[in-house]
């Protein structure tokens, strides 16, 4: 059971390039989530969903897209990265009856 | 809206209780929890407790929630050095499906 999984967990790119963050879950789960860390400001909501086919917009989802085709996966997209998005992103899934969030081990990323 | 407010640092002597506070805007949350974040690390959930409920304990740990000041407090007994960690407030909201954070607090400890 690997349950949640990010990939990359590590990125560099330069500004005005685009990227996809993928999510992967194997627990069934119902919810998915992507925030991200900056340092003083703790964990703010980008965006989430709460089944496949399913997106929503959190506390700061300016500059980022995400899709859920398939119920394990959630994809965060940034079309054109800038230096404002360089931070830690984490992944997070919870089943729609559980209480426990299960987050990924973070993907770090740096716009230069 | 939903807002989660947490004070940034605490510094705590060795073997000491530390006590972390954390206030909430939605009183319709159903779960608030607390998770630990080690250096360079992901979110480790610690213990959650259910809105119905005052208090819970788990080892060295006590969460009591005032909903009626919409104040939860985490209490660490016999506070050691492997305790040192930025400690994350959260509740679910009012819909239930988002999961809102606090800024975290910088749990620092003093020989």
């Known amino acids: 059971n690997a349950g949640v999984t990010q990939t990359p967990k590590f990125r560099v790119l330069k500004t005005g390039q685009s990227m996809t963050l993928l999510c992967a879950q194997d627990?069934?789960?119902?919810?998915m989530y992507w925030y991200r860390q900056d340092p003083g400001m703790g964990l703010r909501l980008i965006h989430y969903s709460v089944g496949e086919g399913t997106t929503a917009k959190g506390e700061v989802p300016d500059g980022y897209n995400v899709s859920r085709l398939k119920k394990q996966n959630f994809l965060l997209g940034l079309e054109s990265a800038a230096p404002s998005q360089t931070s830690v992103y984490f992944c997070a899934s919870r089943g729609s009856s559980g209480n426990t969030i299960y987050f990924g081990e973070g993907s770090w990323l740096t716009v230069v | 809206g939903e807002d989660v407010e947490q004070s940034l640092f605490l510094s705590v002597r060795e073997g000491d209780s530390s006590v972390i506070n954390c206030t909430y805007t939605d009183s319709s949350s159903t779960y608030l929890y607390w998770y630990k974040q080690e250096p360079g690390a992901g979110l480790q959930l610690l213990t959650y407790?259910?809105?119905?409920?005052d208090m819970k304990q788990d080892q060295r740990l006590t969460v009591l929630l005032n909903k009626k000041d919409k104040h939860l407090s985490l209490r660490i007994a016999d506070t050691q050095t492997g305790d040192s960690a930025i400690y994350f407030c959260a509740e679910t909201g009012s819909s239930a499906s988002k999961i809102i954070f606090g800024s975290g607090t910088r749990l620092s400890i003093r020989p």
């Open positions: 407790i259910f809105s119905n409920m």
């Open positions: 627990m069934n789960h119902e919810y």
